[in-house]
């Protein structure tokens, strides 16, 4: 087994995301089954292998790292804040954070 | 979509009405046909809107391949281009064509879901770069397509508004995640569309509904405004009914944009000038790795027709190794689920979207995440999560990325040898519904074909090659080299036009 019940439930915590019980044993499953199958990765030997992250290089995007520091207005506060769950202008409103 | 609606069609069916209004209702149009017919005064922008509306009205309901319609929006824009006729105006390259845009790219004003519960009630502030693009080029925005989750899925049966049906076997999956982008286009609900690809989102739906679909090279069409899922890996392209407008579209999105650090500066050649160049004595890879096991039958035999045609054009057939497509698909749901769990930890319920209260805040975060999204959506979070959590990391996500270097070592390889490489899109013909939704790993076991052109970030098309029975479509997919776009459109007008389609 790769994955058990206490790793998935350390995962979802650090997700912070509520699995009930039932989803809980059926990702525990679902991800050793991928997990088993992503093993064979191991039968390549990387060690001398860069690791890619992405596909671009430098030059590719060049005025990108070297364009003017500008300020640029975009006044999208209005509108952000006209669709946000819970606000009170010009703040996001969310439940107490710090306790006394 | 009622209301505007109604509103649109009484503007169509006002003294302007155009006379031969039912002849256009059952046409075929094209980018240059709309073109043509707007410039001659055959019909009007507007008309042509409410044409589409009204057969989305018909047509809808049995597919679901529409999630929301912009009958506002495409008025607005539709007036434009009218007046632009009216005052004989030079007309944008896509004046008054009728097109979707796929549930994860930003509209202003038009909700935009992602397929998702999450984003139920989302409505952007601003537009992605593409869609502006497009708009700016003339095109009418009729609404937004139905996806899987997030873009998560291989069958839009992950979208949290239902599945779409496709439209050439309805008891079919259009296939996904961009599957509501493809079923409009092969419907007739649209001329073309915009669908995202992360590992085979466009070109594996555009085999299944038997259109063109195109993805770019990594950093051809900028990113902004598309909702991530995959960083390294997303894509912006288009679905239409020919090469040659998939090719205009392309055109119209490519291109630098400040506002994506990752959009390059290359420059954009002519597509369109560049269709209609000879293919004679370009040399064509065959990577033998993809055409093992585990391919269809049926699929297998109008590939090699397919592959026949190519020869018969003049190309080069070259047999090639491409030594590790086989851990593609690992290597992919490693680095996609990883960088899907650090994109979706912006889902939190206090910006946007939903919000499930609770008296902590650590406790609203997670029943807002564990009611917004869905079985696929939370499965790929827990599975990044993992891969790149503490003791797992060089296991997993450091490992996933080495493998990444060497099939894109692979590409590199190929393209020292041959022009472009030819593939199956997906090894399987579009699937029964609820086939395949009970594994998860098969369902991603059938992205065998496109992850690999995703990892490595080169440009892809999937062009449609036979129907196996008449009936289910088959995909032939086009590789080229990184911003090797024209050489691929080249290839895949040239197949289009031998009769690609009918093998």
């Known amino acids: 087994m790769k994955i058990s019940r206490e790793d998935v439930l350390r995962v979802a915590e650090l997700a912070y995301l509520e699995l009930s019980e039932g989803e809980l044993e059926m990702y525990r499953a679902q991800i050793d089954e991928i997990l088993e199958y992503i093993g064979k990765l191991n039968e390549l030997d990387t060690a001398k292998v860069e690791p890619m992250a992405q596909v671009l290089s430098d030059d590719q995007t060049a005025d990108a790292t070297l364009r003017e520091d500008l300020i640029v207005p975009c006044a999208v506060a209005e509108d952000v804040l006209k669709h946000a769950p819970d606000a009170e202008p010009p703040y996001f409103r969310v439940p107490k954070v710090i306790e006394r | ?503």
Not at chain 2, 256 to 267: E, K, N, V
Not at chain 2, 319 to 327: A, C
Request: a positive charge; one cysteine or more; glycine letters at 10%.
């Open chain 2, 1 to 503: 979509m009622s209301v505007l609606f109604l509103e649109f069609q009484e503007g169509r069916t006002g003294k302007n009405a155009c006379p031969t209004r039912k002849m256009h209702m059952t046409a075929n149009w094209t980018i240059d046909g709309v073109k043509e017919a707007l410039a001659a005064k055959k019909i009007s922008a507007r008309e042509l809107a409410a044409d589409f509306y009204k057969r989305i009205e018909s047509r809808n309901p049995e597919l679901n391949a529409y999630l929301t319609l912009s009958t506002e929006r495409a008025r607005r824009q539709t007036d434009k281009i009218d007046g632009l006729v009216a005052g004989a105006k030079p007309l944008p390259p896509l004046a008054g064509v009728p097109v979707a845009v796929k549930d994860v790219i930003g509209t202003r004003g038009i909700k935009t879901t992602c397929g998702s519960k999450i984003l139920e009630n989302y409505v952007p502030p601003y537009d992605a770069t593409a869609v502006e693009r497009l708009e700016a080029a003339g095109a009418v925005i009729l609404g937004k397509t139905n996806c899987d989750e997030f873009a998560m899925g291989s069958s839009n049966e992950n979208s949290a508004y239902g599945p779409v049906k496709n439209p050439l076997a309805q008891d079919r999956v259009p296939g996904g995640s961009s599957g509501g982008s493809a079923a409009v286009v092969a419907a007739g609900l649209a001329v073309a569309s915009l669908g995202t690809d992360t590992g085979g989102s466009i070109r594996q739906p555009g085999s299944f509904c038997g259109v063109p679909a195109m993805m770019g090279s990594y950093g051809r069409v900028s990113r902004y405004g598309l909702i991530a899922f995959a960083s390294s890996l997303d894509r912006i392209g288009p679905f239409a009914t020919s090469v040659k407008d998939v090719a205009a579209i392309l055109q119209v999105i490519a291109g630098r944009d400040p506002h994506d650090s990752t959009s390059t500066t290359a420059p954009v050649p002519d597509y369109r000038a560049e269709l209609e160049k000879p293919v004679k004595g370009l040399r064509l890879g065959i990577p033998k790795e993809y055409f093992g096991e585990g391919m269809d039958a049926g699929v297998r035999k109008k590939i090699e027709t397919g592959i026949d045609l190519f020869k018969m054009l003049g190309c080069q057939l070259v047999d090639i190794r491409m030594p590790h497509t086989d851990y593609a698909i690992a290597t992919y749901y490693i680095i996609a689920t990883a960088e899907a769990s650090s994109n979706l930890a912006r889902y939190d319920g206090v910006r946007y979207g939903l919000r499930v209260d609770d008296d902590s805040l650590l406790a609203m975060y997670r029943k807002t995440r564990g009611a917004g999204f869905g079985a696929e959506v939370k499965r790929r979070i827990v599975l990044g999560t993992y891969v790149l959590s503490a003791g797992y990391y060089d296991a997993y996500y450091l490992k996933g990325q080495k493998v990444r270097s060497l099939i894109a070592q692979d590409f590199r390889d190929a393209f020292t040898k041959v022009d472009a490489i030819l593939t199956p899109t997906s090894p399987v013909p579009p699937f029964k519904l609820g086939e395949r939704t009970a594994d998860p790993l098969q369902m991603y076991l059938a992205d065998i074909y496109t992850v690999t052109g995703s990892l490595a970030g080169v440009p892809g098309i999937s062009v449609p090659c036979g129907k196996i029975d008449g009936k289910l479509p088959v995909g032939l997919q086009i590789f080229g080299a990184p911003f090797g776009e024209a050489r691929v459109l080249q290839l895949a007008r040239a197949f289009e036009q031998a009769g690609g389609a009918a093998v």
